[in-house]
């Protein structure tokens, strides 16, 4: 039997426990793997309580601060991980910061036991580092922990290039594999709530939306509705009269049941991004294509697969992400209901073919076995 270990950056273990029946992509393949041949075991961050725990927050405020890099080692380095980690044959953080706390511990316990890990990365390349001189350093401390991993999944093209440019001695460790989403949740639903709705709509809260771009947008644009799913407080403090805010700061966090009634009830999904290596709203395009929704973008560098979505024919790219370029597009094709239902079912009929959980399954166990 297999022992895998999955490390999160928090709340899936309950999740997993507790009959949990929302969308599992972010469990990254973990409920994949259960049946008789894996043994599995699940790291998330905990409060450290023990003597050590002040000494590691002064190591992980050095990393975070000077070094830019994601370390909350007094988050996970416990006896309890340790005795964890002894036992596993393979490891997957799903993400950088999970990477980058644990990795001191793991080069070391490898000297006593072999333990193959893999890693999903999105944004380990691209952040923007507040001292430019200690740009060496910072890749220095990628570069070592990479060479404790078998495997890096890169979940966009455009930084898993980055990555081969700054690390090419190991880029043979490196391979594309974009995002994957759980079709089964994101489509049409008896229980959703269904209205006719021409709003379009704008979801997310990570670093590289452009808010200020979006309502440029929703300004400019005054006859039409918008709808904005986030948290970002130059959003959720605007007073626009075409703009519904429907998660506030002081209500509840919406369910993925709700959200997912919210991208059946929209015209289309805008993404104004900034400039980034990083394949942000990746996850929300996905989501609404699998809902059947068309999806306009502004095309960055991290755009995460170019190789599958067409312009014009899955997905609507920005290429030249101004005020104007964006409004022109809008104008242009929310009108157009024949040439709208075309994208989304084009879309909609290539998420399900080539980025659903079964794909994801067949893709992971071939890597890591």
Known sequence: ???????????????????????????????????????????????????????L??????????????????????????????KTDKLIFVNETTFCSLMFLVLFLKIFKKIDVYVFVMGLYSKKLRFPYLQKIHFFFIRVFISGTKKLFFLGQGELEKANKIHYKVSNKFSLFPFYIDTNFWQKNSNDEMSKNDSILFVGNDGNRDPHLFLKIVESLPDIQFTAVTNI????????????????????KITDEELRSIYHNSKAVILPLKESTQPSGQSVSLQAMSCGVPVIISLTNGFWDRGSFQNGIEIIFVENNSIEAWTDIIKEIIPNDLYLNKVKNSAQKLIYSKFNLDEFKHRLISEIN
């Open 233 to 252: 407080k130059e959003i959720t403090n605007s007073k626009f009269i075409n703009l519904n805010i429907v998660n506030k700061k002081d209500n509840p």
């Open 1 to 55: 039997m297999t022992n895998i270990t999955y490390v999160f950056a928090g709340n899936r273990k309950n999740k997993n426990h507790n009959n949990y029946s929302g969308p599992k992509e972010f469990f990254y393949g973990f409920d994949l793997f259960k049946g008789n041949e894996y043994n599995l075991e699940i790291i998330e961050p905990e409060r450290n309580k023990s003597l050590i725990a002040k000494p």
């Open 57 to 86: 927050l002064v190591i992980d405020l050095f990393f975070k601060k000077i070094i830019n890099l994601p370390v909350y080692l007094n988050e996970f380095v416990s006896i309890k991980n340790i005795k964890l980690l002894l």
